[in-house]
């Protein structure tokens, strides 16, 4: 079974610090990696997305992969209380239109 | 603002009641998605569609009705539900090929009585 998992916290970082959300996935075969971000009673966001073939950096956030060990990291510079949210890792394994889901994990920023 | 629309944003419904969900997206996607998200849980796939056919039916129980009647619109018919039904119930629509990202429209929270 196709997995994806995230550690669901919650972390808590301090205003202006780095957040580091990490992300495993069990299907080596995964192309296409994304992060959303929700809200308490709000939709997902999309915020980052990243292919097989590199990392990507928008702002203050960055999405690596690191392929050999199958897993996917997102980096929240200059953390804000405004980012306290459940971030969601979603894969893709490109064979379907599919995305498997993470658990997610909830991010609290502390002012 | 999101460009994936979804009506009615709140819905109360009694388990005789047939309803129905309605989401709209102009962004030029042919694949369109319905998931159900109860608390603090992902979301869960229903259904896809591609090119208004469907192509993914997640075993969902037949209470559960999609219909996509042009590339812009999707609508899910609701009939004969069940309290463990009561969810966050979110469209979300992406181009054609299967690594783009999807897109979510703001949900619709169900409660069944």
């Known amino acids: 079974q196709k997995e994806v998992e995230q550690n669901s916290g919650p972390l808590s970082v301090p205003e202006g610090a780095i957040a580091s959300l990490n992300c495993t996935y069990s299907d080596r075969g995964s192309q296409s990696f994304f992060w959303y971000r929700q809200y308490s009673g709000k939709s997902p966001e999309l915020i980052m997305f990243?292919?097989?073939?590199g990392d990507k950096e928008d702002g203050r956030f960055t999405a690596q992969l690191n392929k050999a060990s199958q897993y996917v990291s997102l980096l929240i510079r200059d953390s804000q209380p405004s980012d306290s949210a459940t971030y969601l890792c979603a894969v893709n394994t490109g064979s379907a239109r599919q995305l498997t889901f993470g658990s997610g994990t909830q991010l609290t920023v502390l002012p | 603002d999101t460009e994936v629309t979804q009506t009615p944003k709140h819905l109360v419904m009694g388990m005789t009641n047939k309803k129905s969900l309605k989401c709209e997206q102009h962004m030029g996607h042919r694949a369109m998605y319905w998931y159900k998200q109860k608390a603090k849980k992902p979301p869960e796939l229903m259904f896809v569609y591609s090119y208004e056919k469907l192509s993914i039916n997640e075993s969902v129980p037949s209470r559960f009705s999609p219909e996509c009647p042009n590339s812009s619109l999707l609508n899910l018919h609701l009939h004969a539900l069940q309290p463990e039904d009561s969810a966050l119930y979110l469209c979300?629509?992406?181009?054609?090929?299967?690594?783009?990202?999807?897109?979510f429209g703001d949900g619709t929270r169900l409660s069944i009585l």
């Open positions: 979300a629509s992406s181009q054609e090929r299967s690594n783009q990202p999807q897109h």
């Open positions: 990243i292919y097989s073939n």
